[in-house]
Each structure stands twice: as C-alpha cells, then as structure tokens.
C-alpha cells in the first residue's frame, strides 16, 4: 500500500464511527476512498441531488443548508475535521435532503454509499456508531430549533458562538482568544435571526470586550461571557 493510501487508513482509524476497525479493514476503505478538494463558497451537493456517496472531513469546514421558496435559508448543521456528511446514502438511494457548501478551503474523502454497504454486511458496529451519529445530529437539529423559536435573537447568537468556540477549541484551539472563522451572514443563518440583528448584537459584544471581529472571523476573547448572554 502507498505511503498516502497509508497515511488514509490511518485517518479512517481515528474517526469514532470507523475506530474498531482492524487495520485490514480500513485499507479496504481507503482503497475506494476518492481525495477531493473544494474551494471556500463551493457547492458539494445540492439538495434534490442523487444520493450516492458520503463525505469524511480531512481539513475544513462545511455546513448543511436546507432553502426555503423565497430564498431564506436555514444552517442544519456544521462540519469539521473528523466528521462525515451525506452519510444517509449509505442506507438508500434517496435524492439529498439538503444542500452541503465548504464554508473554507474543504479537503474529504469522498466513499461510495455501495461500498459502505458492503462494509456494514460485514461489521454490524459501523452501522451502530452510523445510526448514533444520525440520532446526534437530528437531536442538535431539534435543539437548534427550539432555540429559534423559544429564544431572543441575542441568546441564539450567543449559544452558536459557543458551540463554535467548542468546535475550535476541539481543533486545537486555547480556552481564551479562540479565533471563529465565520461571517455575520453565516452566524445568522446558524441563529435563525437576520444578519442585521445578529450584527447588532455582535456590536454589543464588542463594545463589552467579549469578542472582536475582523472580515469573514472574529476572536472570542472570553467565552464563559457568552452563557450569561444565553437564556
């Protein structure tokens, strides 16, 4: 095996939903795991498209977006190093249920739904870690959603920042001046609020000392601030 096909299974090996495979194992996936690169802005898939292959983040970051008619969009969720999109292709054929973007320069390894099929015959686990991950994912989902309609526009704000505060802080990133690389537009669309109403609040936070913006990331400066802002 290559020094790079080498260099994929060992990658594969340290992602929860691939991590009890043996060695073996995770040779045959990165033999039929594709490399592929996508720019900042660009679409992976959009929703309605063929189902046919999941996604492993290597470098960067995504988000998943459902729009509605009037083009008002809503963020189901974000995706960084470690984590897998598209992953419902590995259980039916069925067109996708959202639209994925790279949010910055986004590296993945692209896996044929058929091929993580064939694995999962063999090892029920992949299956199990698989379906738990979903049941995270719908459970954020929810959670995000009760937050858009139960919340003030500052305490949605505030809760997303601090899950991209964990985000970075997970990717290496210290416990004070934890740089978020997001805009204004994004951080709304996170909320559920208008990007005039998160800009406002994200003012508020500055005049505090809380974060500091620059184009397209801020820094948070003190993130146990944040919690008395969420309610």
Do not use: W
Not at 196 to 204: N, P, Q
């Amino acid at each position: 095996m290559t020094t790079g096909a080498e260099d994929t299974a060992s990658l594969l090996g340290s992602i929860p939903v691939f991590e009890e495979l043996s060695r073996s194992d995770l040779e045959q996936v990165a033999a039929v795991a594709v490399p592929r690169r996508f720019e900042s802005g660009q679409v992976v898939f959009r929703e309605g498209d063929d189902s046919d292959t999941c996604y492993v983040v290597r470098a960067g970051h995504a988000r998943a977006l459902r729009e509605h008619a009037d083009g008002r969009q809503i963020t189901l969720a974000t995706f960084g190093p470690g984590d897998i999109f598209g992953e419902l292709a590995m259980f039916d054929a069925e067109r996708r249920s959202a639209t994925v973007e790279a949010t910055d320069e986004l590296d993945v390894l692209a896996i044929l739904g058929s091929d993580m099929r064939a694995l999962m015959s063999r090892h029920a686990e992949i299956a199990v870690k698989l379906v738990i991950s979903l049941g995270r994912r719908l459970r954020a989902a929810n959670e995000r959603l009760a937050r858009q309609s139960f919340q003030t526009v500052q305490s949605r704000v505030a809760a997303v920042l601090g899950q991209l505060v964990d985000q970075a802080r997970a990717e290496g990133a210290g416990q004070t001046d934890v740089l978020v690389t997001t805009t204004q537009a994004d951080l709304a669309k996170l909320a559920g609020s208008s990007r005039e109403s998160a800009s406002r609040f994200l003012a508020v936070l500055e005049r505090a000392g809380v974060i500091s913006q620059g184009r397209g990331r801020l820094t948070v400066h003190d993130p146990n601030a944040l919690d008395g802002y969420v309610y």
